[in-house]
Each structure stands twice: as C-alpha cells, then as structure tokens.
C-alpha cells in the first residue's frame, strides 16, 4: 500500500511570501489532516477533513493559512504572506474514517514538508 | 494546545537496557496511542490502548494506562540503536482529533 505522499519535501522562502504543500493521503482515506511541528514540538493540529469537509479548522490562522480538499482526496496547505515562526514541518496524516475502527482513528503520516522562513 | 506531556524529555541508554517514558494528559479520553518519530521523518503509529484498558503488548512494547491518573507510559524492553528516536503519546479526548504531547528523545548506544 502506498503511504502519505507530500510535496515538497523542503522549502525556503523569504517572509512575507507565499507557498503551499500538497499532500495525497493514503487511497480510500476519509480523513486528512494538517499537523505544524516546531522544533522540539510535538505536532499541533492546524485542520482536519472528512472527505471534502472541514471538521475542524480552530486552530488554523485564517488570517494567512488556509487549506483545500476539493474532490475529497489529495490537499493543498498555503500559507500567505509567511511569518519567521511559520518555520515548521507541515505534517499531513490521513485515517480509515473517524470511528472506523471502533472508535480509533489511527493516522498514517508523510514524510513532512521543512519549511524554513527567513 | 498540547494535551500530553511526556516525561523525561530525554533518554540516553545502552543496547540491552529497558527504556520508560510517561506521559499524562489533562482531560478523559476515549483512547491514547504512541507514535514514534525518527529524525526528519513522519511519526509512525506504535500501538494503541483504551480507555477501559489497562495494559497491553505489542512484540517489545508493553503500554500502560491509569486514567485515574491521568498517566501512561510506554516500556520498550531489550533496547536497540535502531529504536533511537522521539516517541510521542497523542489522545483521543472523545472529539474524533488526536492531540500529540511535547515528545520524548531516546539515545540507545550501541
């Protein structure tokens, strides 16, 4: 079975700019996930979808990160303009179903995107 | 917000040896998993305990649970250099979203 795919795997840009992640979650995965792990940080869900969905974007800073799952497979994460503490890797996970497994969403992650604002 | 916190923050043993690591969390849960993490790379599932259990096992882990305490902690027995990496508790506060703690780095030296 073929796991999360990401793209790309590192990016450097200057503040103030603008770029965006994709992810392809894992094939028949209801739902995916946007997770920021900063250094030294364990991962700190930005959104969540079912299918084509948002379930949950509360901690997302709408304000220059927004995100998109239109056909309810892959995903894009942009980030605009960027700020020197969005340097992070941008996770993507993807799970069964929530409550698929009795109740257990467990998640397959990607390698990650590095993003390193300067 | 982080839910869990995991204890120590740092871990360095030798091959052969037994390695512990905690965490506790703040609200009830309906599950709590632990991932693990190599450098640069995406977290890995490890295993997975409920709510109404107490202990389980899965090759050389064994996971425990008291959510009387609000605790966990995950033994890797009969440690190798291969299992260098940072292992990571997330739960399931009933809401569908897991919710990852700070990360535990472990150093097995060969």
């Known amino acids: 079975e073929a796991g999360v795919a990401q793209s790309p795997r590192y990016k450097i840009i200057e503040k103030r700019q603008s770029v965006a992640f994709w992810c392809n979650p894992i094939?028949?995965?209801?739902?995916l996930y946007w997770y920021q792990q900063i250094l030294g940080q364990g991962p700190k869900l930005l959104i969540q979808?079912?299918?084509?969905?948002?379930?949950?974007d509360s901690q997302l800073p709408k304000d220059r990160f927004s995100a998109e799952r239109l056909k309810g497979v892959d995903s894009t994460l942009k980030i605009q303009p960027a700020k020197l503490e969005d340097s992070a890797v941008y996770l993507c996970?993807?799970?069964?179903?929530?409550?698929?497994?009795?109740?257990?969403?467990?998640?397959?992650f990607g390698a990650g995107s590095r993003l390193t604002v300067l | 917000s982080q839910q869990g916190e995991e204890d120590p923050q740092a871990l360095s043993i030798q091959e052969g040896e037994n390695a512990t690591m905690n965490c506790s969390y703040k609200?009830?849960?309906?599950?709590l998993q632990w991932y693990r993490q190599n450098s640069g790379r995406g977290l890995v599932h490890l295993i997975l305990?409920?709510?109404?259990?107490r202990e389980k096992h899965s090759g050389r882990l064994r996971v425990t649970l008291d959510t009387s305490k609000k605790s966990s902690s995950l033994l890797i027995t009969a440690s190798r250099a291969a299992d260098t990496a940072s292992y990571f508790c997330?739960?399931?506060?009933?809401?569908?979203?897991?919710?990852f703690g700070t990360g535990t780095r472990l150093q097995v030296f060969p």
């Open positions: 996970a993807s799970s069964l179903d929530i409550g698929a497994v009795a109740g257990a969403n467990v998640l397959t």
């Open positions: 609200t009830s849960i309906n599950n």
């Open positions: 305990i409920r709510s109404n259990e």
């Open positions: 979808f079912q299918n084509n969905g948002v379930v949950d």
């Open positions: 997330a739960t399931d506060p009933f809401t569908d979203k897991l919710i």
């Open positions: 094939s028949g995965h209801a739902t």
